[in-house]
T-cell receptor
Framework: GDSVTQMEGPVTLSEEAFLTINCTYT??????LFWYVQYPGEGLQLLLK?????DKGSNKGFEATYRKETTSFHLEKGSVQVSDSAVYFC???????????FGKGTHLIIQP | EAGVTQFPSHSVIEKGQTVTLRCDPI?????LYWYRRVMGKEIKFLLH????????ESGMPNNRFLAERTGGTYSTLKVQPAELEDSGVYFC????????????FGSGTQLSVL
């Protein structure tokens, strides 16, 4: 079945550092790919998405590119802020599926 | 506009007891989803309602879990009897249309079965 693998944290960085959170996937067909973020005490929110190979999703300074050849969707940000501290989930939606398939989540901690 | 509301936020029960979780979706959202995150593992899809009908319940772990959405508004997820392995965070999400870009999540119910 479909699966998502992402680096597990916690990942601790200093403010203004460069961020990469790796995500790879296994799926049949051509899934849509997502990054969700969960801030403390809140529900998951869609951060960005990509629906086909080579698409780049971007939002709030975060980016991720759908790489079919490496089955990856790594999340990047050039300069992180303390307010980016949260749990980040990589996810996919396979063709015809009702539900999303999530990774385990990466806890990101940004120190001032 | 109110978001997706779940309660209780936390529930601690003993093995063998019954627990009912409730989700109030965003008003007007026909699609309602339940997910579960067991500690240290992935968030797993449980089921999907369209209005009051179960569209997909392939993720429900076993027959101790019963989800309902009478009237197509709020939904309940009952676990009876609860087992230790049922502990985790139960998330509810809703969307106006069946599509991922409009999926809104609640903050979850933390269930602990002792």
């Amino acid at each position: 079945g479909d699966s998502v693998t992402q680096m597990e944290g916690p990942v601790t960085l200093s403010e203004e550092a460069f961020l990469t959170i790796n995500c790879t996937y296994t799926a049949t067909g051509y899934p849509s790919l997502f990054w969700y973020v969960q801030y403390p005490g809140e529900g998951l929110q869609l951060l960005l998405k990509a629906t086909k190979a080579d698409d780049k999703g971007s939002n709030k300074g975060f980016e991720a590119t759908y790489r079919k050849e490496t089955t990856s969707f790594h999340l990047e940000k050039g300069s992180v802020q303390v307010s980016d501290s949260a749990v980040y989930f990589c996810a996919l939606r396979g063709g015809g599926a009702d539900g999303l398939t999530f990774g385990k989540g990466t806890h990101l901690i940004i120190q001032p | 506009e109110a978001g997706v509301t779940q309660f209780p936020s936390h529930s601690v029960i003993e093995k063998g007891q019954t627990v009912t979780l409730r989700c109030d979706p965003i008003s007007g959202h026909d699609n309602l989803y339940w997910y579960r995150r067991v500690m240290g593992k992935e968030i797993k899809f449980l089921l999907h309602f369209v209005k009051e009908s179960k569209q997909d319940e392939s993720g429900m772990p076993n027959n101790r879990f019963l989800a309902e959405r009478t009237g197509g508004t709020y939904s309940t997820l009952k676990v009876q009897p609860a087992e230790l392995e049922d502990s985790g965070v139960y998330f509810c999400a809703s969307s106006q249309v069946r599509g991922w870009e409009n999926l809104f999540f609640g903050s979850g119910t933390q269930l602990s079965v002792l």
